[in-house]
């Protein structure tokens, strides 16, 4: 590690799907109800580097940042309502903060969409990297215990390794039990083990600046799902949940799905909503919010003129 008389140059590599667990988590159960930011997390991976190695945090700088996920090629994308523009949203997020990305195309795997080959494509960049000496510290948003060796591996070669953790739990409308978190054997070759849930917590209470600097306060920099989403309008509303038209079968869903009010939505209003499976392997319809039915045709004029 570099002394507070010299530069501290960062890597910092993002399994972008364990980040996106993180992020949906604290948009959407987390009391914040806010995502995370990606300038936001740099600026608290750089502080803390700062308080962790004793070099001046003016020296703390990301030299470089890679991101790496499996994504649906543009033709399966291209079927699924506004998916290639979430993507393109945010690629262009990812570049503006100068971070590199590294994508794969989801595998079908008996009739569902999977990564494969995300981990050893991270592992091998961030073993190149700190290989050369090009950086003084990784940090990594890991959670599988698959990126063990690679942790080895960095601290053969001197190294420090900063990991990004969480770990939390909650349970779905469906009753399923939903549990994120960091392998265990990660953390313990961590030279500097963050346990992000508990950071960002307490800084919270504490109202700290750099914690509060994690989450966004607009649409600009967050951690996207980039999921699909699409627009229909309310079918039927009961005591607690409702039904979205929607072809062939019409989509379910609860009444804690609704971001907003469910007592303000009425049959017909047009909201936008995301699909997802529930436990019995039915879609249902989730992160459904009310929108003026005006909004689609201004969403629609603003793509052409992005497009330009």
């Not at 600046?209 to 994690?214: D, E, I, K």
């Not at 009010?261 to 909201?271: A, C, I, K, P, S």
């Amino acid at each position: 590690m570099s002394s507070i008389n010299t530069a501290c140059r960062i890597g910092v590599f993002y399994d972008g799907n364990f980040l996106l667990h993180a992020s949906n988590y604290y948009n959407y159960i987390h009391p914040e109800k806010k995502r995370l930011s990606l300038n936001g997390l740099h600026q608290f991976i750089r502080h803390r580097v700062s308080q962790e190695s004793g070099c001046e945090l003016i020296k703390c700088q990301i030299s470089t940042a890679h991101y790496f996920r499996g994504r649906l090629n543009a033709s399966d994308a291209a079927m699924r309502g506004n998916q290639l523009y979430n993507d393109r949203v945010f690629d262009d997020i990812l570049m503006s903060e100068g971070i590199n990305t590294h994508y794969l195309p989801l595998r079908n795997v008996q009739g569902r969409r999977e990564e494969r080959g995300v981990d050893v494509w991270l592992a091998l960049e961030a073993y190149e990297l700190a290989s050369k000496g090009d950086v003084d510290i990784i940090v990594l948003v890991v959670s599988d215990t698959d990126y063990t060796p690679l942790l080895r591996k960095i601290r053969a070669i001197g190294i420090p390794i900063m990991l990004l953790s969480w770990e939390f739990e909650y349970v779905t409308d469906d009753n399923v039990r939903m549990v994120t978190k960091t392998s265990h054997e990660l953390l313990s070759l961590a030279t500097y083990p963050i346990a992000m849930h508990d950071v960002i917590d307490q800084g919270l209470e504490q109202n700290d600046p750099v914690v509060r600097n994690l989450f966004v306060s607009n649409d600009n920099n967050y951690v996207s799902s980039s999921r699909p989403t699409e627009i229909s309008e309310i079918l039927s509303l009961k005591n607690g949940f409702g039904f979205i038209k929607y072809p062939n079968n019409n989509l379910f869903f609860h009444s804690q799905d609704v971001e907003g009010d469910f007592n303000d939505l009425e049959v017909g209003d047009t909201v936008e909503f995301t699909i997802e499976k529930n436990q019995q392997r039915q879609d249902v319809a989730k992160h459904v919010r009310k929108i003026d039915p005006y909004e689609t045709d201004d969403e629609a004029d603003a793509d052409t003129d992005l497009e330009l």
